[in-house]
Antibody, heavy 122, light 108 residues
Framework: EVQLLESGGGLVQPGGSLRLSCAAS????????MTWFRQVPGKGLEWVST????????YYSESVKGRFTISRDNSKNTLYLHMSSLRAEDTAVYYC???????????????WGQGALVTVSS | ETVLTQSPGTLSLSPGERVTLSCRAS???????LAWYRQKPGQAPRLLIY???SRATGIPDRFSGSGSGTDFTLTISRLEPEDFAMYFCQQYDISPGTFGQGTKLEIK
């Protein structure tokens, strides 16, 4: 069974940093691109960042480019999102998600974690 | 970026009814890379349809997708209680991938 479990969320002050982790199991992690999405509670979904299966290609939304860094450790089956210079508008539930197709880097995602809440507030 | 507009915003229906949701793209999706997700309250989205008309693994056949270019639809042939939720379309054809604002299906 595919499982994705996010951790590392919490309350952080504006300008601060936070690192989210996503522990994957139930599939060959290193064969699939992975994506971070976010959602303000009660609102729509927003793509944040995507990383190819080897980690060689990274993609970011304009709203987080230069502030967030996506990475992965395929030996630990873990995806990361390092967030810095955080703003109030970054407050959201952050989901990690798996691309369904090997060798294809896309934001299409067939499995999602349950999410980690990040609150940016003083 | 490609804007997806979903309609209607909210639908009130009864279990057993048939429903069609709409998703319109601001520019043509040449490869028809359009997906639909269902999101129940407090849960993560679940992939229902990809490539405009292909059902994801484990999705029952009461869900069907159609459309091409700029106009896409999701049809649920007979609503089950668990189908009363939010539905989002997503295009992954033109970078950056984008979502529609969602359609809420509520019980009448």
């Amino acid at each position: 069974e595919v499982q994705l479990l996010e951790s590392g969320g919490g309350l952080v002050q504006p300008g601060g940093s936070l690192r989210l982790s996503c522990a994957a199991s139930g599939f060959t992690f290193g064969n699939y691109a992975m994506t971070w999405f976010r959602q303000v509670p009660g609102k729509g979904l927003e793509w944040v960042s995507t990383l190819s299966e080897t980690g060689g290609s990274t993609y970011y939304s304009e709203s987080v480019k230069g502030r967030f860094t996506i990475s992965r450790d395929n030996s630990k089956n873990t995806l990361y999102l390092h967030m810095s210079s955080l703003r109030a508008e970054d407050t959201a539930v952050y989901y990690c998600a798996k691309c369904p197709i090997t060798g294809f880097t896309s934001v299409l995602s067939d499995y999602w974690g349950q999410g980690a809440l990040v609150t940016v507030s003083s | 970026e490609t804007v997806l507009t979903q309609s209607p915003g909210t639908l009130s229906l009864s279990p057993g009814e048939r429903v069609t949701l709409s998703c319109r793209a601001s520019q043509s999706l040449g490869r028809n890379f359009l997906a639909w997700y269902r999101q129940k309250p407090g849960q993560a989205p679940r992939l229902l349809i990809y490539g405009a008309s292909s059902r994801a693994t484990g999705i029952p056949d009461r869900f069907s997708g159609s459309g091409s270019g700029t106009d896409f639809t999701l049809t649920i042939s007979r609503l089950e209680p668990e189908d009363f939720a939010m539905y989002f379309c997503q295009q992954y054809d033109i970078s950056p991938g984008t979502f529609g604002q969602g359609t809420k299906l509520e019980i009448k």
